[in-house]
């Protein structure tokens, strides 16, 4: 195998015996396989569409299939066949329809079956590619893909679909089959990050119009006396499906990770038994998950290696998964997921052990803050708030990442601290006080969130009548792990936001050569220490 595709990769170079994130060799080269097959896919729909439009459902299949290659999302080996299988019955589809087509490239024309699997498997990967730039390049915007597929799809579930974004990652995949030259590939990591962020404003409008615009909420991280179940992941459809079938139930639901900033959406406040939520990232949820008793439910990624404290009371759903964990099926159309043998085995448990108390505060996405934005401009007019530093992206398990505490805490006190993703749990708790009546930690939510930050950012380059929003007074120390924060990192390249330190580490995937590019051209740079780094933050450098 050999998988570089996220921040805790080996030495920082790549996985080749077994993923760091516990991702087998055999699950490896299958998702290497599926991703082949998507191109395949991509190819000939990419030629279908030039004549009928985009095909919703084969756009959808594209995100979802990458979206379970991400990180920690998914290992269960017979899911992936079953995809890759399914990618090939649309490939059989779509060449019926073309007939006509030409010659396919074999990611599209391999047949399938374990004998065939083996083979192409050998063929495909990584690796494949023997210049190490054309590689960097290639797996940057398979990586910026696979974040796009995450939050299309939580789009799509909540009845949001963009055509534009399907038709970019079709022709993005289908290009990749493609001998493309260096500045070609840097031209399509570009389009992918604007593809990112109508991917995000997507998701921003679904999630606000179908569940309100988040808003100042307090969240207890205490515990009650009753039953409860822990909702993990960054799917707020099933959060909803899971209060319905526990409403009344004597049942209480916690969220955990990534779920926090449901709390912050009006709608879910109508639910008494949303109880708060139970924890930090995900790297903890070992323990956390133990110490919960009752059982737990994974939305989304990040699901770490199952452990026998919980093996008997863990459950996933939509595209994660892992082998020997319960699966809850995907939904009916107009219909809810069926969780009731999760409320059912929850009623049999005891309540969770309390493992802190008190509240977190969160909920400023860009509605909030613009509705704050008259206190906002004067704090920064009269020179209370010296500048906002955006912390947003990923928590990690690496001891490295105590940085980003550090920086919080020597961050001065007329500084704010704008954040989205799990990256907040290294500060979301720690007292950092307020700036007039302003929290110095505002946390906009999910990781997809980011793009309220950005939408802020450029909210107020408007509010001071600056050309250019380098001239703001904000800098940018994004912490990563895996392909979401990606597609997170090209979406603000291509809003045009410059001098970004992104940590702990530079990504793995990008060679020595287009790590200069990007730092000679986007002022892309490693954190470093934050003894050097709070310094330039505060100075703007
Ligand atoms: Fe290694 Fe990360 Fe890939 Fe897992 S996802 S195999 S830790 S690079
Ligand atoms: Fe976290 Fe996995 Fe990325 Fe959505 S839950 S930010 S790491």
Known sequence: MFCYQCQETLRNTGCTVRGVCGKPDSTSALMDLLIDTLKGVAVLEEQAAARRGIDRKTGLFLMQSLFMTITNANFDEARLVAQIEEALIIQRRLRDELQDGGPWPACATWQGGPDAFAARAAEVGVLAEADEDLRSLQQTVIYGLKGIGAYADHAALLGYEDDAVYGHMVKALAQLTRPLSLDALLALVLETGRSAVEAMALLDRANSE??????????????????????????????????????????????????????????????????????????????????????????????????????????????????????????????????????????????????????????????????????????????????????????????????????????????????????????????????NGIPRVLDAGQCNDSYSLAVIALKLKEAFALEDVNDLPISFDIAWYEQKAVAVLLALLYLGFRNIRLGPTLPGFLSPAVARVLGETYGLRKTTTVAEDVPAIVAGA
């Open 210 to 435: 179908v569940y309100g615009a988040e808003e100042i909420t307090r969240v207890a991280i205490g515990v009650r006396g009753n039953p409860g179940i822990l909702v993990s992941g960054h799917d707020l459809r099933d959060l909803e499906d899971l209060l319905e079938e526990t409403a009344g139930t004597g049942v209480d639901v916690y969220t955990h990770g990534e779920m926090l900033p449901a709390h912050y959406r009006p709608f879910f406040k109508k639910y008494p038994h949303l109880a708060g939520n139970y924890g930090g990232a995900w790297w903890k949820q070992d323990k956390e998950f133990a110490s919960f008793n009752g059982p737990i439910l994974m939305t989304t990624n990040c699901i770490i290696p199952v452990r026998d404290a919980y093996r008997d009371r863990i459950f996933t759903t939509g595209t994660t998964g892992y082998p020997g964990v319960p699966h809850i099926p995907d939904r009916q159309p107009g219909g809810r997921k069926d969780f009731s043998a999760i409320v059912t085995l929850a009623r049999t448990l005891p309540p969770p052990a309390e493992i802190e108390q008190g509240e977190i505060v969160g909920g400023f996405g860009h509605p909030q803050v613009l509705a704050l934005a008259d206190r906002v401009v004067e704090a920064v007019r009269s020179g209370a708030i010296r500048r906002f530093v955006v912390m947003a992206g990923c928590d990690g398990r690496m001891k490295d990442r105590a940085y980003f505490t550090e920086v919080a805490q020597a961050l001065p006190p007329d500084t704010i601290i704008l954040t989205a993703g799990c990256a907040k749990y290294r500060y979301n708790k720690l007292a950092l006080g307020e700036i």
